[in-house]
T-cell receptor, first 109, second 112 residues
Framework: GEDVEQSLFLSVREGDSSVINCTYT??????LYWYKQEPGAGLQLLTY?????DMKQDQRLTVLLNKKDKHLSLRIADTQTGDSAIYFC?????????FGAGTILRVKS | KAGVTQTPRYLIKTRGQQVTLSCSPI?????VSWYQQTPGQGLQFLFE???????NKGNFPGRFSGRQFSNSRSEMNVSTLELGDSALYLC???????????FGQGTRLTVV
């Protein structure tokens, strides 16, 4: 079945770049996503990438997709304290989203 | 454009009771999906509705059910509540297929 794995925790200094990594198993996934969840809130769609793309950039966010290795990464440039949250990687199996366990990003000022 | 609205935000119920949660999708969106989020199991897919029909279903017992109305609003119902049903229930809204899915703030259900 589908499985999405992420590292659990990342700590960076304010102003540095953050890179959150994810691996997935379903090679037929058409879209891959990054969501952000702040305490007590729902999921905020940050960005998504179609499986035939290698990279997508959106302001401070850069998504890299290595389809051969089934590896997805999210780079946040100039990380701010407001970026502290849980980041979820997800794949679309055609019917639903399958989420990883989430990466807690802590930004130190 | 209004986002996805879930009501209520918080609920406390007793074991054995039943509960109904509501989700109003983004205007024009016809697909509504439900997910359960718990610390132990993470985010798990419950079901998806499109045009008043359940299109996909996750691996949850029959105590979990849902429906969608003609205006695309959706409700999910959990009967005979168990302590393990305590979770954040999230609703996601999509235009047609689950491509760009936008989530509501969730309903925090506590079963005591």
């Amino acid at each position: 079945g589908e499985d999405v794995e992420q590292s659990l925790f990342l700590s960076v200094r304010e102003g540095d770049s953050s890179v959150i990594n994810c691996t997935y198993t379903d090679s037929s996934s058409t879209y891959l996503y990054w969501y952000k969840q702040e305490p007590g809130a729902g999921l905020q769609l940050l960005t998504y990438i179609f499986s035939n793309m290698d990279m997508k950039q959106d302001q401070r966010l850069t998504v890299l997709l290595n389809k051969k290795d089934k590896h997805l990464s999210l780079r946040i440039a100039d990380t701010q304290t407001g970026d502290s949250a849980i980041y979820f990687c997800a794949e679309n199996d055609g019917n639903k989203l399958v989420f990883g366990a989430g990466t807690i990003l802590r930004v130190k000022s | 454009k209004a986002g996805v609205t879930q009501t209520p935000r918080y609920l406390i119920k007793t074991r054995g009771q039943q509960v109904t949660l509501s989700c109003s999708p983004i205007s024009g969106h016809r697909s509504v999906s439900w997910y359960q989020q718990t610390p132990g199991q993470g985010l798990q897919f419950l079901f998806e509705y499109f045009s008043e029909t359940q299109r996909n279903k996750g691996n949850f017992p029959g105590r979990f059910s849902g429906r969608q109305f003609s205006n695309s609003r959706s409700e999910m119902n959990v009967s005979t509540l168990e302590l393990g049903d305590s979770a954040l229930y999230l609703c996601a809204s999509s235009l047609y297929r689950v491509t760009e899915a936008f989530f509501g703030q969730g309903t925090r259900l506590t079963v005591v």
